[in-house]
T-cell receptor, first 109, second 114 residues
Framework: LAKTTQPISMDSYEGQEVNITCSHN???????ITWYQQFPSQGPRFIIQ???TKVTNEVASLFIPADRKSSTLSLPRVSLSDTAVYYC??????????FGTGTRLKVLA | DAMVIQNPRYQVTQFGKPVTLSCSQT?????MYWYQQKSSQAPKLLFH???????NEADTPDNFQSRRPNTSFCFLDIRSPGLGDAAMYLC?????????????FGPGTRLTVL
C-alpha cells in the first residue's frame, strides 16, 4: 500500500528558500510525482511534476533521487503569498492517486 | 475564464436528507474526479469517471453515488448524509488518466450536516 509522508508544518521567512520533502517508499516504476499547493477554501493547484533527477519551472524546482523513494519541492525566495498547504501526489496501482499528508508552510515577514 | 466550477460553494443539509453537489468543466477533459477533504486532512479520492466509465474506490461508502450525464457535468449524490460526511468536496478533471496528466481542481463545496 502506497504511503506518502511529509512534515506537518514548516515556518520560513520572506526571501528564504524552502525545501519540503515527501517520502513515497512504494512508488510504482512508471509513476510520476506531482506537487500541489492549496490555499484555504480553495482546491489544490498544480505546481510541478517530475519522474527523476531535477525539474524546474517558473515557480519551483523538484529534486528526485535515483531510488525515487522521496522527492523535495524547492521554493526559491518565498513570499507571504506562498503561505499554504503543499501536497505531494503519487499513484497507487491503476488510476488511483494518493495525496501526501500535506505540509503547512507559514511564511513570516 | 473558470475551468472547473462547483455549485454551490456552501451547502447545508440535515442529517439523513439527500444532497447533490454539482461540478462542471469547460476543459472538455475525459476524466472527472470527486475527492472528499475533511478538516486539516489531505483530499481523499472517492471515485472518478473516465468518459462514461465509472470507477469507484474500494473504500468509498455506498452512501456516495455519482452521475455524469455528459462530458461537462458530474454530480455527487449523498443519499443519507451523516455528521461524519461534513467536509469539503472537491471536483477535479484531467485530460486522461495517465500519471503525467495534471488534475485541475474546482474551488470545492463545503458541506455542513446538521
Amino acid at each position: 500500500l502506497a504511503k506518502t509522508t511529509q512534515p506537518i508544518s514548516m515556518d520560513s521567512y520572506e526571501g528564504q528558500e524552502v525545501n519540503i520533502t515527501c517520502s513515497h517508499n512504494n512508488i510504482a516504476t512508471n509513476d510520476y510525482i506531482t506537487w500541489y499547493q492549496q490555499f484555504p477554501s480553495q482546491g489544490p493547484r498544480f505546481i510541478i511534476q517530475g519522474y527523476k533527477t531535477k525539474v524546474t519551472n517558473e515557480v519551483a524546482s523538484l529534486f528526485i533521487p535515483a531510488d525515487r523513494k522521496s522527492s523535495t519541492l524547492s521554493l526559491p525566495r518565498v513570499s507571504l503569498s506562498d503561505t499554504a498547504v503543499y501536497y505531494c501526489l503519487v499513484g497507487e496501482g491503476t488510476y488511483k492517486y494518493i495525496f501526501g499528508t500535506g505540509t503547512r508552510l507559514k511564511v513570516l515577514a | 475564464d473558470a475551468m472547473v466550477i462547483q455549485n454551490p460553494r456552501y451547502q447545508v443539509t440535515q442529517f439523513g436528507k439527500p444532497v447533490t453537489l454539482s461540478c462542471s468543466q469547460t476543459l472538455n477533459h475525459n476524466v472527472m474526479y470527486w475527492y472528499q477533504q475533511k478538516s486539516s486532512q489531505a483530499p481523499k479520492l472517492l471515485f472518478h469517471y473516465y468518459d462514461k466509465d465509472f470507477n469507484n474506490e474500494a473504500d468509498t461508502p455506498d452512501n456516495f453515488q455519482s452521475r455524469r450525464p455528459n462530458t461537462s457535468f458530474c454530480f455527487l449524490d449523498i443519499r443519507s448524509p451523516g455528521l461524519g460526511d461534513a467536509a469539503m468536496y472537491l471536483c477535479a478533471t484531467s485530460r486522461t488518466r495517465t500519471y503525467t496528466d495534471t488534475q485541475y481542481f474546482g474551488p470545492g463545496t463545503r458541506l455542513t450536516v446538521l
